[in-house]
């Protein structure tokens, strides 16, 4: 009987009144579920992490999901954070060491927003911190007096590489997606192309360059009600064919 694959996923270390709890968003874990068939499991961000090694050698595949933290920027340069600027140094220690163990361990990883951000940093990338005071950039934030309906919605146009998994996913050259962002990429990291683009120019997907495990890393959510959407349901339908990949060759 074939195995489910077990999928993890890094957590959020929130404070909660006196005590800090480790949390994951439930529409990540139903979208492991629903979209991609497999199970969740959460792995939780500490300080020092786990043993990275040991975990990633129990899992199919690994998700970075979106949180409203942002990596602190001394991991990528020497600009100072702005005030008021959430972090999670719990979550930067887990994630950012567990991105390259999980290319070298061959376990396949589906990024999300920070998650995408997490990708680039881990392989010596770098971002803007404010995309919307780039010149030449839009503003790629959500407006959060919106109902969640409305700020997941569709918001912008991306144009999907020629030949890219995306472009394969999609079977066009561009797609409509939500925006909920405030930082960006600046730099690719090592190792990764060029998966989407939004119209002013932002990179907002990438993948490892072939022939490298499965990592594609998306600037928005494709998570938000993933079987209503083709396109969304399409990203986690290909990351989970490559966590029953590596299932069938675990014991």
């Not at 998994?165 to 060029?194: C, D, F, Y």
Request: hydrophobic letters at 40%; one cysteine or more.
């Amino acid at each position: 009987m074939r195995r489910i694959p077990l999928v993890g996923l890094p957590s959020d270390r929130k404070q909660i009144g006196h005590h800090p709890f480790q949390a994951v968003g439930e529409k990540y874990l139903r979208a492991v579920v629903d979209g991609a068939g497999c199970l969740p499991l959460v792995i939780p961000s500490l300080s020092p992490p786990l043993d990275l090694r040991q975990v990633l050698g129990q899992l199919d595949g690994l998700v970075l999901t979106g949180a409203y933290s942002n990596i602190e920027p001394h991991h990528y340069s020497d600009e100072p954070s702005w005030p008021g600027n959430h972090h999670d140094p719990a979550r930067d220690a887990t994630t950012l060491g567990i991105v390259p163990l999980a290319i070298e361990m061959g376990v396949p990883v589906l990024a999300i927003c920070r998650g995408f951000q997490e990708v680039v940093v881990a392989l010596g990338g770098t971002l803007h911190q404010k995309v919307h005071d780039v010149p030449g950039f839009d503003d790629h934030r959500e407006n959060t007096e919106d109902p969640l309906g409305v700020q997941y919605a569709p918001s912008h146009v991306i144009d999907l590489a020629e030949g890219g998994l995306l472009a394969g996913i999609a079977g066009a050259r561009e797609a409509m997606v939500n925006s909920l962002h405030g930082q960006g990429l600046r730099t690719l990291g090592a190792g990764l192309v060029v998966e989407a683009t939004a119209r002013d120019g932002l990179v907002e997907a990438v993948r490892l360059d072939d022939p490298g495990p499965f990592l594609l890393a998306v600037q928005w959510h494709p998570e938000w009600r993933v079987t209503e959407n083709p396109f969304y349901l399409g990203i986690f339908q290909a990351f989970a064919a490559a966590c029953r990949e590596r299932a069938s060759q675990r014991p």
